[in-house]
């Protein structure tokens, strides 16, 4: 869902006792599903959003994140095709600045924008990101920042809320934000989603036990893709699997779970070039949007198996910011009416 930082958010504090009397939203999911994404459109939609100091520091990130991206596509690339990086001779360039850039000094940032676009225009690369190659290390939704290349390294750039949404960065810990909605106090949780974050997922689900509602998000795009942990694990098989330990044996068990299916247009621009069939064999619909999507909502849904439970499906774009304030909107009714229904509001 965006350019892809190295880097990572870490919150270590865990909410307190005190918070339990809360509505808890909790955004669970496997890692690049758009959990971080959603929290951001929280402050966009429910809170004051992002503030000029906020909006600075993302400035060298989303630099660094594009210098790196392009780094690893050449790397890529150069791997069938060793000659590629004598042929682009801006490659030496973007490849030096790559292991010096750690360092926070100046950089010509005319230089590094030239050397991008030229790279950028280039046929190869060009031709790698419309086959959508899955490449461990490369975030294929770089396209944005791309095309925005010369608002972005222009002097007086300030990232926009769009640019912020687009960016990705890594979610180490759990973070949480406190609005009220409906009379209600709520409290959303960004818990990192690759495997060694998911131990925290217990202590939240301890401390809030029954007046929680899960948002389990899932990457649409993930269908052809592999975890970062493991490059032999399909991303979107490990979210089923996580998602039915969720829904039926884990410690949610109990909580109310509404999926958000979520980067709609990256799907639906993947199944231009890449069919679920190649990936999950038993599917024997066409590579339409409307079969795949049906497919995918079942093989969810299909998993739950406590007496009584309602999942809950949305399908959605997570950088829409007006799609995903009506979502919200839809979320907190729907989370407020479940715990009246069972008296624990």
Known sequence: MGCCSSSATKTDDLPSNDASHQIALILLGTGCSGKSTFFKQLKITHKSGFGGAERIQYILMIRRAMVHTMCDIIKALSTAEPSIEDRLSDSAFVFDLCKEWPNTQEHDYVKVQESLKKLWVDEHIQEFFIKQENVHGVDMSFQYFFTNLTRIFDPDYLPSDQDILQFYIRTVGVKNEIFQSRGFDFCMFDVGGTRGERKKWRYLAN??????????????????LFLFENAETNRMQESIDLFDGICNRYFFADASVIIFFNKIDLLQRKLTTSPLSA???????DNSYEDVTRYIKNKYESLNSVPGKVVYS?????????????????????AADNLKECDLL
């Not at 990936?279 to 619909?285: E, L, N, R, S, V």
């Open 207 to 224: 401390l809030f036990k029954q007046n929680a509602t899960v948002l389990f998000c899932v990457s649409l795009a993930d269908y052809d």
């Open 279 to 285: 990936c999950f064999p038993d599917y024997k619909g």
């Open 314 to 334: 949305h399908f959605t774009c997570g950088v829409n910011t007006e799609s995903t304030r009506n979502l919200f909107n839809d979320v907190f009714n729907m």
